[in-house]
């Protein structure tokens, strides 16, 4: 009797093994977003519906701190346990292509019609991958204390000029009524300065590396305009216009909305809780222009699968059926980002015509530029962020300038300049 | 019966080897091997992430992070050969960069950085270095090592003293002077930071509490004159505890009946220090100076957490670099090159300390 029972349970117990087996593949995914139970709720929304919608796939998740998550996937990748669906932070996705950790998306055509650029991760004229939102960043201002001291409300047509800009940071320091001018985020030290702040580079005609070949930065980061980038960088410190490296992270997070600063150049992700403290009076500008055009940067986490993946085609269904317009507004609801296409940007509750963070969706539009689209990129932020750090502690312009120009040349050299393996 | 049991004990090999198998396996497989490969590492181009094979590449990696040369700079010279002097009275120089960038003549000094130098009558020697952070990495190490080595086993040594004492809640003291070396070192740094912190940092109200709001308030981590001493500071607070209990067991061996003796003779509590616990202590000693100077060269948590060897390169270490290198800039042979020369420094330190301290 007993026997009987457990025969005809275990009968049954592989029945549904085989059945779920037999109808749906897995599919394992990698997310990023560990910690944040909103970022969660949203992915396996998106995941269920997914695995209710059709009978060939059944994704499931696994989430990483973000922190650890690049060393995860290098670690999983050398020891070749990749999942199926990876997601990657745009700069770094020629990285890991070039490195074999991915593979191009099979997505069917036109759908990335209407993507923000920055949206959409592509090396070596194929798409890796494609993210259901963008970032960016804008020059945060109070109204009130604009004009108080005069200052022109710029445009996305007519943003500030160099000189007027430098202009603005004198006037607010000459009043004393702020600890500093201007907020940087210097103590955020992390992929934060070359997101942030190589956009000055590329307004000034600078950039990273020369994006004609991406073999040298010769010229590129040390050449005139860069020198001119920097020489104005030092002065920001030497002016004491905006807080040093050694900022404390607190300060940081709160300067602004505690009065302390009188602008900060920070990302749309803490648009909503100063919009919360400060209500109208916050104002998101656009980026300074230094002669080549204001630039913010582009890309932030998107999507792609794994160069090991035994069933990339199911793997690209689900990251398709991941980018419709619901989503893309659900995720920019949730976390604040903005919504990859202008058809998901009408609805969401800010960045719809007439939201309150809508002026964002522009500066991504207008300009948004991509971070040098290399493999060499993860290194040329490094020595990018360290050039930063060693200019606004005193070092001599060229000179920094000089070295990291040196290192990165040095590492494309040490990688075959990084030329697509065979 | 006794050196029989020992030698049944050596005879079963097999015993033996299968008790000890567990223990040399996992020896083998996270320090032996490991060992080996970053001394292979060190001679290839290995990286962490590449589609591209590994190659064989001799000693480049070394040449790189030691070459060095020097360059010397005559005064610029106006049309008619006199010297062309500032209006502050100083001589003007031409650039260092004007020699190491492709400069057909100085081909040896290409990529080099000006590491420091000296007058020499009107002409300016310099020191150049290929890699001026790992060379700046090689000496605020050897800084660090230098000050905190002798300093932190004294402290230990005065506080181990202190409480050796037999006095009512003496337990107290131990644990508290004992307590941050409990701590992670990772936390403590965290707490540091606020401590040093350049606005409104503990150190910095404190000091001017004291100075009745005199002094100035300094940024301790974010001045390059003042960084290193802060992390050393920090760096012996925190460890100087478990030296202290090292030194602790060493005091407690001495037998009291010298003291008596001493006691007896007359003599001073100086003499009591140098001629009955000092010669006491000698093995401690070697032990604690050789302890503390292999600890000061594997200097890591507190620059990553704290300064991330800024500013201006004032606080890089040799363990920081390799890291960096290996695992964020994906120059795997590059970091195990840096581990090869901070493992012969540190063997050669010891050996010479072994040698000094040896047994006469």
Known sequence: ?422 | MRPNQTKSLQSNTLAGWLMSGPALLLITLFLIVPFLLAFWFSFTNQRLISPNPTQFVGTSNFEQLLGVGTLVLEPEKGEDGSLIVSDKGELSYPRVRDFTRNNPDFQHLNGMREWFGWDWGNTKVLVLARDLVFMKALTNTLFFVAVVAPLQSLIALLLALMINQKLRGINVFRTVYFMPVVVSIVVVSLLWRFIYDGRSGLLNNLLQFLSFGHFKPVDWLGNPDTAMWAIIVMSIWQAVGFHMVIWLAGLQNIPLTLYEAADIEGASSWQKFRFVTWPGLRNTAVLILVVITMQAFALFSQIDVMTNGGPLDSTQTLVFQAVQRGYEQQNIAGGSAISVLLFLMVLTISLVQRYLTRER
């Open chain 1, 1 to 422: 009797m007993k026997s009987l029972s457990i025969l005809a349970a275990t009968l049954a117990f592989s029945t549904a093994l085989g059945t779920s087996a037999f109808a749906q593949t897995n599919l394992t995914m990698w997310y990023h977003g560990a910690g944040s139970s909103v970022e969660r709720e949203l992915i396996n929304g998106i995941i269920a519906d997914f695995n209710g919608s059709q009978s060939d796939w059944k994704v499931s998740l696994q989430e990483f701190p973000q922190a650890a998550y690049n060393d995860s996937v290098v670690a999983a990748a050398v020891a070749g346990n990749l999942p199926d669906i990876i997601d990657v932070d745009g700069p770094v996705m020629p990285n890991w292509a070039w490195a074999g950790y991915m593979q191009p998306l099979q997505l069917s055509e036109g759908a990335l019609d209407g993507f923000l650029p920055g949206a959409i991760g592509k090396y070596n004229d194929q798409v890796y991958s494609v993210g259901l939102w963008d970032a960016a960043v804008a020059m945060y201002a109070r109204k009130s204390t604009l004009e108080k001291f005069g200052i022109r409300v710029p445009t996305l047509e007519e943003p500030w000029t160099g000189e007027e800009f430098n202009g603005i940071l004198e006037t607010l320091k000459a009043s004393g009524e702020f600890d500093y001018p201007l907020n940087l985020g210097m103590a955020d030290q992390g992929e934060w300065y070359p997101y942030a702040f190589a956009p000055f580079l590329w307004s000034f005609g600078g950039d990273l590396v020369d994006r004609t070949s991406y073999e040298t930065a010769e010229g590129a980061l040390n050449g005139d305009a860069a020198v001119e980038f920097g020489e104005w960088w030092q002065s920001l410190f030497t002016n004491d216009y905006v807080p040093g490296t050694s900022q404390d992270m607190a300060s940081h997070e709160t300067g602004f909305i505690d009065g302390d600063y009188a602008l900060q150049w920070n990302g749309n992700w803490v648009a909503v809780k100063t919009l919360e403290a400060l209500g109208d009076d916050v104002l998101f500008l656009p980026a300074p222009d230094f002669g080549n055009g204001p630039k913010i940067g582009g890309a932030s986490w998107q999507f792609g699968v794994s160069a090991t993946s035994a069933h990339p085609d199911g793997a690209s269904a689900f990251i398709e059926f991941a980018l419709q317009p619901k989503y893309l507004a659900a995720f920019s609801d949730g976390i604040g980002l903005i919504p990859a296409t202008a058809e998901a940007a009408a609805l969401t509750k800010n960045y719809a015509p007439g939201g309150a963070l809508e002026s964002f969706y522009a500066l991504s539009e207008k300009q948004a530029m991509l971070r040098p689209v290399t493999p060499g990129y993860v290194f040329e932020a490094l020595e990018f962020r360290k050039a930063l750090s060693d200019i606004a502690n005193g070092a001599d312009v060229v000179d920094a300038l000089d070295a990291a120009t040196d290192a990165i040349n040095a590492d494309i050299a040490r990688n075959n300049n990084y030329a697509a393996a065979n």
